[in-house]
């Protein structure tokens, strides 16, 4: 049989929590479908940092080469940001992406409709709001050389800011070819009135765009793309951009929805292989308290089902699973408008499950 | 008499006609107050681009270096767009800035309450909503070393970020400034967790910080700012952050106000020398139709009378005198709930002066 293998990082905070409960719905299933995984947990972030004394321990990269995917539950809290670099969680989550090479980061920003009043959006204003940001994810000024050096005015930082064409290419058609599978529209954001990266991106992108005729392309500031998010979300279909950009326009076009305890990634590389994790953090303030809500992480194994396995009938099993408890009202305290209707973590898991 | 020297730059699309409102607010203002101002006008950006061949030609900045002030209109469009990029509106742009060392922009977003119903936020979240952006704005990646070489991996393009101790200094030392004129909180945007110019940034800043032990500091991740700008934008009081995340975070800002076509901007240098110009751009779709908003180029006279000359009693007028006309009901298309009611732009101006 087609074992798939998965690597579980559950990580900080609220990560083992609702890992836990995306575990439950792993094993379901394999009971409703048929198919089956195998599972192998590996210590990452802050508490690989306290028990082995490094966010990324080689033992974990092993664990998620192995793999055929990796589900990871969220990393960092305030006990280690104070830590020199090489000791931050973040360290880590730079290190697994460029060990494994997922230079494609999937965030789809779409508003549940039960949750449409969470956002702070007027609701005519979000209607029909459902993008995906596609974020290169192992270039640009992430990953450039930095360093201090002393000049005239005192020391000074640099951050280099590279991107070659191959990277460009092979974000820009992931870009294109999500957009083929929706509404085909892409908006490629830079800032080509300012920077070199940016011009060679757009170049790019539109040499790319001859082999995608049927996707309509738009090139947006990113400036300007950040005040039509606000302006117009429900306009955008696909949004294409780099790194650093991608990190900012993602996180704001995930609040606007009011969605964002809901909201699941994926990080791809080449080939099927992918890193699925929720968009929310660690919520260190909440965690061990049993209150968290596993849905992002739930709904980011049904994303992994989708494009790394080719699941798609558990995906939608998974999917429509969600939808029909929270059609049925049931809230964990992130999202309930009654704070004391409010149901646990393991009671919305169980929920959700059994709706599968 | 101390006769204030102004360089006037109308620049292209709209700039002409809203400039020429501001004009006629300068004209008031000796009558009413008895200062004095001399105007010289200067080509920038697109049209100096058709006349002189540069968008900034040397006549022009030998202008602005000899006045105390300089009032600019908007600069671009479609027309310049593709250009090379010594001949884009935006390199003047970008070279006026410098050659003036006009290291900090102020970005202004406040809620104009009849306009509060504009934004695509709930009302009763933006209330309270007024916030300062202090952007650096002659360093970081806009001023970086910028080239293209080849790699293994075909073209690259490179920019950098640079930073050093004294410009950070200095740009904090202006959040702070500000901060303690208002309600003495003050949020530093960075990406620290990634960065080295965002290490040094938080540590300069943290060291500038107890000269102002008033002042609250707080250091927010510039993609979390994004995402609380959305969610509690009542709660900011004065952003302080780098050149290129100051672009983003203060158009995104300015967007949730509602208010864009009303907000006006000052660009600062050491001293009291100042440029003042409205936050929207050169609009080239509906300029030379007379329909243009002139309000946040006469409120950006207003800013220099407070920031460069200290005119605070004139400043109050003009913004008093804008509040009154608004009150009243008077409209230009943009702001306008029925557009058919819609005044021009010298009739918005001539109610502007007469209120003054
Ligand atoms: C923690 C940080 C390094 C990371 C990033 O900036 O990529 C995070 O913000 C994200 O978006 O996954
Ligand atoms: C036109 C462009 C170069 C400029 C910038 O990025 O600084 C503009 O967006 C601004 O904010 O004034």
Redesign the pocket.
């Known amino acids: 049989a087609d074992v798939k293998k998965i690597a579980v990082i559950a990580g900080d905070g609220i990560g083992p929590e609702v890992v836990g409960e995306a575990l439950k719905v792993l094993k379901r299933t394999e009971e409703l479908f048929g198919y089956q995984f195998e599972t192998e947990h590996g210590l990452f972030g802050g508490i690989a940092i306290d028990e082995k004394g490094t966010p990324l321990p080689q033992e974990t990269l092993d664990i998620c080469q192995n793999a055929d995917a990796v589900l990871l539950g969220a990393v960092g809290g305030p006990k280690w940001d104070n830590n020199p670099k090489e000791l931050r969680p973040?360290t880590g989550?730079?290190g697994i992406r460029k060990a494994l090479g997922l230079f494609s980061n999937i965030r789809p920003a779409n508003v549940f409709d039960c949750l449409k009043e969470a956002s702070t959006l007027k609701p005519e204003v979000l209607d029909g709001t459902d993008l995906i940001v596609v974020r290169e994810l192992t270039g640009g000024i992430y990953f450039g050389e930095k360093f201090r050096r002393e000049g005239e005015h005192g020391t000074e930082a640099v951050d280099t800011c590279v991107y070659n064409v191959t990277e460009i290419e092979r974000i820009a058609r992931q870009g294109f070819e999500i957009a083929l599978t929706r509404h085909k529209k892409l908006a490629s954001v830079d800032k080509a009135n300012v920077l070199e990266t940016s011009r060679l991106w757009r170049e790019v992108v539109n040499r790319i765009a001859v082999e995608y005729p049927d996707v309509e392309l738009e090139h947006v500031l990113v400036d300007n793309c950040a005040m039509q998010l606000l302006r117009r979300p429900s306009s955008f279909d696909v949004i294409v951009t780099e790194n650093m950009f991608g990190?900012i326009i993602s996180d704001e076009a995930a609040m606007l929805t009011g969605s964002i305890g809901m909201l699941s990634s994926a990080s791809l590389g080449e080939g099927s292989f992918g890193l699925y994790e929720p968009v929310h953090g660690s919520a260190p303030d909440i965690a061990g308290q049993g209150i968290s809500n596993p849905i992002a992480t739930i709904l980011s194994v049904a994303l992994m089902f989708r494009l790394t396995f080719g699941y798609a009938d558990a995906a939608q099993s998974i999917e429509d699973a969600v939808k029909s408890v929270l059609d049925a009202g049931h809230r964990t305290g992130d999202i309930a408008v009654d704070k004391s209707k409010a149901i646990g973590t393991t009671a919305m898991g169980d929920l959700i499950i059994a709706a599968m």
């Open positions: 973040e989550l730079l990190d």
